[in-house]
């Protein structure tokens, strides 16, 4: 059973950057997805970004230029980097990995963004 281990969030004034991490805690298989969703209350859930392990990367329209994904296949890693953030990016954020057709979740971390 894959566990993935969320790190980061907190809470960010308006435009300020913030970063989250992923970590797998066991060995996966060299072929997977990783990303995350994230879920603002009264809202549907969306799709921030994703990645693969052949480092090849997917953003939602609406995020990008602000958020950066990337990952180090040696730790079994992603990390999400937001940049000029607003209040509509507040939500948890749900880091996933999916490989060999199942798809774990992490438990989530809150990003406020907030004077």
């Known amino acids: 059973q894959v566990q993935l281990v969320e790190s980061g969030g907190g809470l960010v004034q308006p435009g300020g950057p913030l970063s989250l991490s992923c970590a797998a805690s066991t060995r996966i298989f060299s072929i997977n997805t990783m990303g995350w969703y994230r879920h603002a209350p009264g809202k549907e859930r969306e799709l921030v970004a994703t990645?693969?392990?052949?480092?090849?990367?997917n953003y939602a329209d609406s995020l990008k230029g602000r958020f950066t994904i990337s990952r180090d296949n040696a730790k079994n890693t992603a990390f999400l980097q937001m940049n000029n953030l607003k209040a509509e990016d507040t939500a948890v954020y749900y880091c996933?990995?999916?490989?060999?057709?199942?798809?774990?979740w992490g438990k989530g971390a809150l990003v406020t963004v907030s004077s």
């Open positions: 990645i693969s392990s052949f480092g090849n990367t």
């Open positions: 996933f990995l999916s490989q060999m057709g199942t798809t774990y």
